[in-house]
């Protein structure tokens, strides 16, 4: 199989040069659980390069059923591995790379992306990813879910300080909430690399209201201060 029959759709959409310019593209998902999962079925099929995943956890009986990549015979394994193994089988263009450890020790190793994602769990985390990001001048798109709910933010020049940094740990979650909100940071990361314009520094916030109506919000981001 060739490049241009695997990926046919997209080149119709778009063409061969920006398909072609996509294989030059390297990027990092920070977590490989349910966002994470999303990101890596979404985005490691659509001929980007390279992509480097990073996850310390393991596969539990309950991350199955919202993280998509796994199975019930991946219990116990490591998440990023599980993950990169299986895009290496669905996409023969794709240089993949797993690192078992958690974000601190992972940025100590200066790799240079063109994108990073956020797909984890928890906002001290995030704003590690912030601050290695405006260090490295990447950007980077920020996502959570939690319940219903979801947002996202492609993270440039505002600052991700707006934030209550607390250690707060999601509750329930439905299972396509996690794919939904995951499926918008894919598109916003595919759009940025592909060269086609995205909004920055917006946080899109969507939610189920009480009568089961779908509502988008839209909040524009404060930007870094200047002073010291």
């Known amino acids: 199989m060739t490049q241009e029959e695997y990926f046919n759709r997209q080149i119709q959409l778009w063409g061969e040069e920006t398909q072609m310019s996509l294989t030059n593209k390297k990027i990092a998902i920070i977590g490989s659980g349910g966002l994470g999962c999303t990101l890596a079925m979404a985005l490691g099929t659509s001929g980007i ?114 934030f209550n940094i607390s250690d707060h740990r999601p509750g329930g979650i439905t299972a396509p909430i996690v794919m939904h909100i995951g499926s918008l940071q894919a598109n916003l990361a595919l759009r940025y690399l592909a060269g086609l314009p995205v909004m920055k520094d917006m946080l899109y916030y969507l939610y189920f209201d009480g009568n089961g109506e779908l509502v988008t919000q839209k909040f524009g981001m404060p930007k870094e201060s200047c002073e010291s």
């Open 49 to 162: 390069g390279e992509i480097h995943m990073v996850d310390f956890d393991t596969v539990s009986g309950h991350n199955i059923h919202r993280q998509i990549a796994f199975t019930l015979e991946d219990e116990g394994k490591n998440k990023a591995q599980v993950v990169t193994s299986l895009l290496e089988k669905k996409n023969p263009f794709l240089k993949t790379e797993a690192f078992d450890m958690r974000f601190e020790a992972f940025k100590e190793m200066e790799h240079h992306y063109d994108l990073i994602l956020d797909a984890t769990d928890n906002l001290p985390v995030r704003a590690e990813i912030d601050m290695y990001a405006k260090k490295t001048g990447t950007p980077w798109i920020y996502a959570s879910v939690e319940g219903y709910n979801g947002q996202v933010c492609f993270f440039d020049k505002a600052t991700f300080q707006v």
